[in-house]
């Protein structure tokens, strides 16, 4: 069963970038896999998907600053965050489900329930 494990939260000034990563522990060819987010007293929102055939997707707030990609040799996800802004502080979380091919952009990627497996969060602060 694999595990993710994520890395590269931290505090930024507003303008700034980060990069967070996501290690796999095992192969993720197949996954759907997503960075979702949560700020205290909300609900935790999809940032941006990407389809294991290579599709991506991104919520309307981060299209233009951040790029989800994946070096697949090193079963690694990455976000790279760009223009940050305070609106941006959250808990970043790395999600994943094995799907079928297509299904991933067809409503997996942003649904906190479709994923089954998740990785304890790394927390992004911007100033």
């Known amino acids: 069963h694999v595990q993710l494990v994520e890395s590269g939260g931290g505090s930024v000034q507003a303008g700034g970038s980060l990069r967070l990563s996501c290690t796999a522990s095992?192969?993720?060819?197949?996954?759907?896999m997503s960075w979702f987010r949560q700020s205290p007293g909300h609900g935790r929102e999809a940032v941006a998907g990407?389809?294991?055939?290579?599709?991506?997707k991104y919520t309307r707030s981060v299209k233009g600053r951040f790029t989800i990609s994946k070096d697949s040799a090193k079963n690694i996800l990455y976000l790279q965050m760009d223009s940050l802004s305070p609106e941006d502080t959250a808990m970043y979380f790395c999600?994943?489900?094995?799907?079928?091919?297509?299904?991933?952009?067809?409503?997996?990627?942003?649904?906190?329930?479709?994923?089954?497996?998740w990785g304890q969060g790394t927390q992004v602060t911007v100033s």
């Open positions: 095992g192969n993720t060819y197949g996954y759907c």
């Open positions: 999600a994943a489900v094995a799907v079928g091919p297509g299904y991933c952009m067809a409503g997996y990627w942003d649904s906190v329930n479709g994923m089954e497996i």
């Open positions: 990407l389809d294991y055939e290579g599709p991506t």
